[in-house]
């Protein structure tokens, strides 16, 4: 089996954004203007919309235009009322397919914002503790439904207040994510908890183990022995930590590694099969394309286009 990478020149790993590309004149506010919170927007087309990661939070609601939505290893459709909410260092990207040749003036409505003071903040005030458990979904990007509307009265009530006020409009916009029943994540595979802290440390290591070893033929029965459970005791507490059964997150785990390495590198998609712990090409592709819609393939080409401009 040749693992020789097709002749694709190109550079595919995320930009990282940095202070000092946010400059006024694409949108953002300056220091003296922002403190946790941060307002941008923009259009389009404009060198912010590229395949990019950060370290902060983002709000990203779209406005105006659609075309293909880039976030993490999910590619989907988007108009106006996408509202999305991207974790640190999760990448992605928006190219409207319909701007036209002018483009548009405001697509994107932008909050961002840092993790480790709203953490503290956390330890000592019990009515944030709903929204840490927003920001551990965020790792893997979330989608919100019906709130698009509410949204964009939020970032005008942030963008327009300051100081206390400001982080006060911020947290009744979290409030209404927090409590948002209608979402879905949309970027690889998301922990939903467990019962206690020995059961999440039982469950942490096992998805590690997983994770960390795609190609180990690790079995349910093995794992459910290791612990000391029966097999359908296993099961249960499985599915209850990761709302999945053991099988359906393995190949959860594994095709979403396929398409870190089907964007990230030049492998050919029968090498990748292999390298992700599949031993059969046909069910390989089969469980891709009931997880992603898509062929192998088809993902490839379709994320190819998630640098926008000329690539």
């Given at each position: 089996?040749?693992?020789?990478?097709?002749?694709?020149?190109?550079?595919?790993?995320?930009?990282?954004?940095?202070?000092?590309?946010?400059?006024?004149?694409?949108?953002?506010?300056?220091?003296?203007?922002?403190?946790?919170?941060?307002?941008?927007?923009?259009?389009?087309?404009?060198?912010?919309?590229?395949?990019?990661?950060?370290?902060?939070?983002?709000?990203?609601?779209?406005?105006?235009?659609?075309?293909?939505?880039?976030?993490?290893?999910?590619?989907?459709?988007?108009?106006?009322?996408?509202?999305?909410?991207?974790?640190?260092?999760?990448?992605?990207?928006?190219?409207?397919?319909?701007?036209?040749?002018?483009?548009?003036?405001?697509?994107?409505?932008?909050?961002?914002?840092?993790?480790?003071?709203?953490?503290?903040?956390?330890?000592?005030?019990?009515?944030?503790?709903?929204?840490?458990?927003?920001?551990?979904?965020?790792?893997?990007?979330?989608?919100?439904?019906?709130?698009?509307?509410?949204?964009?009265?939020?970032?005008?009530?942030?963008?327009?207040?300051?100081?206390?006020?400001?982080?006060?409009?911020?947290?009744?916009?979290?409030?209404?994510?927090?409590?948002?029943?209608?979402?879905?994540?949309?970027?690889?595979?998301?922990?939903?908890?467990?019962?206690?802290?020995?059961?999440?440390?039982?469950?942490?290591?096992?998805?590690?183990?997983?994770?960390?070893?795609?190609?180990?033929?690790?079995?349910?029965?093995?794992?459910?022995?290791?612990?000391?459970?029966?097999?359908?005791?296993?099961?249960?507490?499985?599915?209850?930590?990761?709302?999945?059964?053991f099988t359906d997150f393995v190949n959860m785990v594994r095709i979403n590694s396929a398409c870190r390495l089907l964007m990230q590198t030049d492998h050919y998609v029968t090498d990748i099969c292999y390298q992700v712990g599949?031993?059969?090409?046909?069910n390989f592709n089969r469980r891709f394309l009931e997880l992603k819609g898509v062929t192998p393939t088809e993902f490839r080409r379709q994320a190819d286009s998630r640098f926008g401009g000329s690539h």
């Amino acid at each position: 089996m040749s693992t020789a990478p097709r002749n694709r020149p190109r550079q595919r790993q995320p930009e990282l954004e940095g202070d000092f590309t946010r400059l006024a004149a694409l949108g953002y506010e300056t220091p003296e203007e922002s403190g946790l919170v941060r307002c941008l927007a923009h259009g389009f087309p404009t060198p912010l919309a590229r395949w990019h990661f950060h370290d902060e939070y983002e709000l990203h609601l779209i406005t105006c235009t659609s075309g293909k939505a880039f976030v993490g290893d999910w590619i989907g459709h988007f108009q106006p009322g996408h509202l999305v909410m991207c974790g640190p260092r999760l990448p992605h990207n928006w190219i409207s397919l319909d701007a036209g040749d002018a483009g548009v003036p405001e697509r994107d409505l932008v909050i961002q914002f840092d993790h480790a003071p709203l953490e503290r903040a956390a330890q000592d005030l019990p009515e944030l503790r709903e929204v840490m458990l927003l920001l551990q979904r965020a790792r893997h990007g979330i989608e919100f439904f019906g709130l698009s509307g509410r949204a964009r009265e939020h970032w005008h009530a942030v963008k327009e207040s300051h100081g206390v006020r400001r982080f006060g409009r911020f947290c009744e916009y979290l409030a209404d994510l927090a409590q948002c029943g209608d979402y879905r994540l949309l970027s690889t595979v998301q922990i939903q908890g467990a019962e206690g802290a020995g059961e999440l440390d039982q469950i942490n290591r096992i998805v590690d183990r997983i994770t960390g070893n795609l190609t180990e033929a690790t079995s349910l029965a093995d794992l459910a022995a290791e612990l000391g459970m029966s097999e359908s005791r296993f099961s249960r507490f499985f599915r209850r930590a990761t709302g999945n059964s053991f099988t359906d997150f393995v190949n959860m785990v594994r095709i979403n590694s396929a398409c870190r390495l089907l964007m990230q590198t030049d492998h050919y998609v029968t090498d990748i099969c292999y390298q992700v712990g599949f031993n059969n090409v046909a069910n390989f592709n089969r469980r891709f394309l009931e997880l992603k819609g898509v062929t192998p393939t088809e993902f490839r080409r379709q994320a190819d286009s998630r640098f926008g401009g000329s690539h």
